[in-house]
């Protein structure tokens, strides 16, 4: 069994800043790729930032200088700094991972966090 578990959202300001959490637990032998995608009411789930295992990094043009993605490989966490939040940034929040469990490599969700910016 696998669980992503996030947190850290909440209501904010724009112009505000935040930061989320997702770390994995239970049976699995490493994670490699780690993202945060969100979704907005009427909208596709969008990719808002990954980072690889070794820490590369790639984000949305949307977020690009406002977000930052980092990982902690110890503690099986990824994390989102997300700074000057604007009101389209409302969203949940979902982390994802490629884990390998018993020799399979699989993609694994959490259950979201909202994350909701006034004007």
Excluded: H
Excluded at 41 to 46: A, K
Excluded at 58 to 84: C, E, P, Q
Aim: with cysteine; proline share 2%; net charge positive.
């Amino acid at each position: 069994q696998v669980q992503l578990v996030e947190s850290g959202g909440g209501l904010i300001q724009a112009g505000g800043s935040l930061r989320l959490s997702c770390a994995a637990s239970g049976d699995f032998s490493s994670i490699n790729r780690m993202a945060w995608y969100r979704q907005a009411p009427g909208n596709r789930r969008e990719l808002v930032a990954s980072i690889s295992r070794g820490g590369s990094t790639n984000y949305a043009d949307s977020v690009k200088g406002r977000f930052t993605i980092s990982r902690d490989n110890a503690k099986n966490t990824v994390y989102l700094r997300m700074n000057s939040l604007k009101p389209e940034d409302t969203a949940v929040y979902y982390c994802n991972a490629d884990i390998r469990r018993q020799y399979i490599t699989r993609d694994y969700w959490g259950q979201g966090t909202q994350v909701t910016v006034s004007s």
